[in-house]
């Protein structure tokens, strides 16, 4: 027998509640049965972003919600600004370039947090950027990018947009889309929401729905208006992914009978004791500052392949992580803490990298990095 762990940062496990419901018989999507369900999902998806506004559910994955929010909002030849810290960056402006967007990049190094004064920079010196776009957390490096700090910024100019990828934030990271000043915000399913992948969220400002008015991209499947207005009738533009809706429901249950508060508190606590074990095995985070709640991104010990940690975590010990992207291949490995995660996650997956490195030759006293995981994550009060 070999019992699988699945710590990526997505997909990620569901939890039995989640997969239950989504056992239940198929109903359809334009018949009575389904509006209440929908009717719900929408709700509850504005109660996860902190929204008043529209939050459009598409069946696709979350970057096709990374499309849709380029090509409902913006003409070709658009002047915009995307923050570049890692692989989704650089999706993004990819993206917009498929679209004949006039892309500037602040490329930021990989493992740092973009400064918000250098956008500031960039907008009061071209006053023709129609939008920025920005990762909340960068999967790629482990990064989160302030994104309050940013929405206090974009706020200021009439004409700017500002457009969150937060696939892989939502669920770890307080993101206030209405009090930030977030236009578009993006989330994914298969991250922090508990759900197998293909549907994707999206939450649009009445800013965003101004500047839709105007745009003329091409669009058939993701067109937003469409969405808008069905969404309106509890409905979606094409067959609605009836089960993973109902799926939804039960995740935003879970979530909401947990608190959004303690969601953030659950996730920041495990990030952290994630972080301090890793270091007191003497690895060294890649982040160089600002570290992500939803992931934790490793250094792999000199003359250790990265790759090979991560291989090694799931052949010998069936742990799932993941390895590095693009120019971090080979050079980090990755433990996701989002989602349906909590104490005994982080403390297997240290464990496994204890055991994975000592096997691999890297001098490591086992137990070290489990203590200070088992340290941080006690429960503090317990009957005696
Ligand atoms: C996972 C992820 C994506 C891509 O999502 P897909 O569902 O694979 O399309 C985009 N951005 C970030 C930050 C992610 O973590």
Same mark, same amino acid.
């Given at each position: 027998?070999?019992?699988?762990?699945?710590?990526?940062?997505?997909?990620?496990?569901?939890?039995?509640?989640?997969?239950?419901?989504?056992?239940?018989?198929?109903?359809?999507?334009?018949?009575?049965?389904?509006?209440?369900?929908?009717?719900?999902?929408?709700?509850?998806?504005?109660?996860?972003?902190? /929204?008043?506004?529209?939050?459009?559910?598409?069946?696709?994955?979350?970057?096709?919600?990374?499309v849709?929010?380029v090509n409902?909002? $913006?003409?070709?030849?658009?002047?915009?600004?995307?923050?570049?810290?890692?692989? $989704?960056?650089?999706r993004?402006t990819k993206i917009c370039q498929a679209y004949g967007l006039?892309v500037?990049?602040?490329?930021?190094?990989?493992?740092?947090?973009?400064?918000?004064?250098?956008?500031?920079?960039?907008?009061?010196?071209?006053?023709?950027?129609?939008?920025?776009?920005?990762?909340?957390?960068?999967?790629?490096?482990?990064?989160?990018?302030?994104?309050?700090?940013?929405?206090?910024?974009?706020?200021?100019?009439?004409?700017?947009?500002?457009?969150?990828?937060?696939?892989?934030?939502?669920?770890?990271?307080?993101?206030?889309?209405?009090?930030?000043?977030?236009?578009?915000?993006?989330?994914?399913?298969?991250?922090?929401?508990?759900?197998?992948?293909?549907?994707?969220?999206?939450?649009?400002?009445?800013?965003?729905?101004?500047?839709?008015?105007?745009?003329?991209l091409?669009? $058939?499947?993701?067109?937003?208006?469409?969405?808008?207005?069905?969404?309106?009738?509890?409905?979606?533009? $094409?067959?609605?992914?009836?089960?993973?809706?109902?799926?939804?429901?039960?995740?935003?249950?879970?979530?909401?009978?947990?608190?959004?508060?303690?969601?953030?508190?659950?996730?920041?606590?495990?990030?952290?004791?994630?972080?301090?074990?890793?270091?007191?095995?003497?690895?060294?985070?890649?982040?160089?500052?600002?570290?992500?709640?939803?992931? /934790? &991104?490793?250094?792999?010990?000199?003359?250790?392949?990265?790759?090979?940690?991560?291989?090694?975590?799931?052949?010998?010990?069936?742990?799932?992580?993941?390895?590095?992207?693009?120019?971090?291949?080979?050079?980090?490995?990755?433990?996701?803490?989002?989602?349906?995660?909590?104490?005994?996650?982080?403390?297997?997956?240290?464990?496994?990298?204890?055991?994975?490195?000592?096997?691999?030759?890297?001098?490591?006293?086992?137990? /070290?990095?489990?203590?200070?995981?088992?340290?941080?994550?006690?429960?503090?009060?317990? &009957?005696?």
């Amino acid at each position: 027998m070999g019992k699988r762990y699945l710590l990526a940062p997505g997909p990620t496990p569901v939890p039995s509640e989640v997969l239950l419901a989504m056992a239940a018989p198929i109903i359809h999507h334009r018949s009575p049965d389904f509006l209440p369900v929908l009717d719900s999902a929408k709700k509850g998806l504005q109660w996860l972003y902190q /929204t008043k506004n529209d939050v459009l559910i598409l069946c696709s994955t979350g970057t096709g919600g990374m499309v849709g929010s380029v090509n409902n909002f $913006f003409n070709k030849g658009d002047k915009v600004l995307v923050i570049n810290g890692g692989k $989704f960056g650089e999706r993004w402006t990819k993206i917009c370039q498929a679209y004949g967007l006039d892309v500037e990049e602040i490329v930021v190094e990989w493992g740092y947090s973009v400064k918000p004064e250098e956008v500031e920079n960039k907008l009061k010196k071209n006053r023709n950027i129609k939008g920025v776009f920005v990762q909340a957390s960068e999967t790629s490096t482990g990064v989160y990018h302030d994104i309050q700090a940013l929405g206090s910024i974009v706020k200021k100019y009439d004409d700017t947009l500002f457009i969150v990828d937060a696939i892989s934030a939502l669920v770890a990271h307080d993101l206030r889309t209405d009090e930030w000043g977030i236009d578009i915000m993006v989330g994914g399913s298969q991250k922090g929401v508990m759900l197998p992948p293909g549907i994707a969220f999206v939450s649009v400002s009445d800013k965003a729905w101004a500047k839709a008015e105007t745009s003329k991209l091409p669009k $058939f499947y993701f067109n937003f208006k469409k969405e808008r207005e069905n969404l309106a009738k509890n409905q979606t533009n $094409f067959t609605s992914p009836v089960t993973l809706i109902i799926g939804l429901n039960e995740s935003l249950r879970m979530l909401q009978a947990e608190g959004l508060e303690n969601v953030f508190k659950r996730h920041a606590k495990l990030a952290d004791a994630t972080r301090q074990a890793v270091k007191a095995l003497g690895l060294e985070l890649y982040p160089r500052e600002s570290p992500s709640n939803a992931v /934790t &991104a490793i250094v792999a010990p000199q003359g250790i392949d990265g790759q090979a940690i991560y291989k090694n975590l799931r052949e010998k010990y069936g742990i799932t992580a993941a390895g590095g992207q693009d120019k971090a291949k080979g050079k980090v490995f990755r433990i996701a803490h989002l989602g349906y995660s909590d104490r005994f996650d982080i403390i297997t997956a240290i464990a496994g990298i204890e055991m994975v490195l000592k096997g691999m030759g890297y001098p490591v006293k086992l137990g /070290t990095g489990v203590a200070v995981a088992e340290e941080l994550l006690m429960v503090s009060e317990e &009957a005696k």
